[in-house]
């Protein structure tokens, strides 16, 4: 049974080329944000490093498990939830990974994991250049997990400019959507808010989108910070500023998402599928 409301706690981070620093940092917010009663803590795209990629496979195949049963014990021993926001995990193609979200529950379990499905690789000229699929492997399936009794979706950053990933999640029964991201400033300042609130306003979800800030060591690409938890009206429920680390804290209320599709039944109009 869903509950009536769920708390959540979105981590704004700065993560460096250094793991442990990061992790540090991490578990402080943590704390804070278990001293605000979270019922799930959010994390970005990238939470635990941002490094070279000659550095990828040690850090996929040696750093990421200690830091994914590092976030199952915090959430046994704390009873929360964690939105690993997207880490490196291994493929079966040479020096390829994943980047990978994880959703853990308030047990220690690994609910879902999701692959990231698209790719950013893009040269908007004299402004920004990066792509990602030098090194990272798309994703193929859909994925949602169930936490605390409601049905999340897991997409990443890029994802958000496909609006069909997120129909396929609110067909699947999803109330909440996670999109943790890097989003550059360039396209952030353009696009990043009014990405998230058609997301949530198509489909009536909650939007959880936690975001890194600061400049990435190794681009040199700022990012463009800006968390965002958003309602399925379409109302920005909390806000993180562009620079600085922070925590966002917002309790998801589903008894009014319950109202607004029984009095706005969206879903239901639906006239074109497939």
């Known amino acids: 049974m869903t509950p009536r409301r769920l708390r959540i706690a ?10 442990e620093d990061n ?3 991490i578990l ?5 944000a278990l001293g605000g009663h979270a019922d799930l803590i959010a994390l970005p795209e990238n939470f635990s490093w941002r490094g070279k990629p000659e550095n990828f496979f040690q850090f996929a195949h040696q750093v990421s498990p200690r830091i994914i049963r590092l976030f199952r014990e915090i959430a046994r021993e ?5 939105l690993l926001g997207s880490i490196l995990l291994p493929s079966a193609r040479k020096n390829r990974f994943y980047n990978t979200s994880i959703l853990i529950s308030e047990k220690g379990r690994v609910a879902a994991h999701y692959h990231k499905i698209h790719l950013f690789d893009i040269a908007l000229k004299g ?9 990272i492997c798309p994703g193929r399936r859909v994925v949602s997990g169930d936490v605390r009794g409601v049905r999340m979706g897991l997409s990443v950053c890029y994802d958000v400019r496909f609006p069909e990933l997120y129909r396929r999640l609110a067909e699947k029964g999803c109330r909440l959507i996670f999109v943790p991201a890097n989003f550059t400033a360039v396209t952030g300042a353009a696009h990043w808010e009014v990405l998230l609130r058609a997301r949530a306003i198509e489909n009536q979800v909650y939007i959880v989108a936690p975001a890194q800030t600061g ?12 968390s ?13 500023g562009r620079d600085g680390e922070e925590i966002l804290l917002a309790d998801l209320d589903f008894e009014a998402q319950d109202r607004l599709g029984r009095e706005f039944p969206v879903l239901a109009h639906r006239r074109i599928k497939g």
């Open 228 to 240: 965002l938890i958003v309602d399925p009206w379409g109302r920005v429920v909390q806000r993180a």
């Open 215 to 226: 400049v990435h060591p190794v681009t040199g690409i700022k990012s463009f910070g800006t």
């Open 28 to 32: 402080r917010q943590t704390d804070r």
């Open 10 to 19: 979105c981590l704004q981070l700065n993560a460096g080329a250094g793991w």
């Open 127 to 135: 402004k920004v250049r990066a792509k990602e699929s030098d090194c």
């Open 23 to 25: 992790l540090k940092k």
């Open 78 to 82: 704390s009873n929360v939830a964690f």
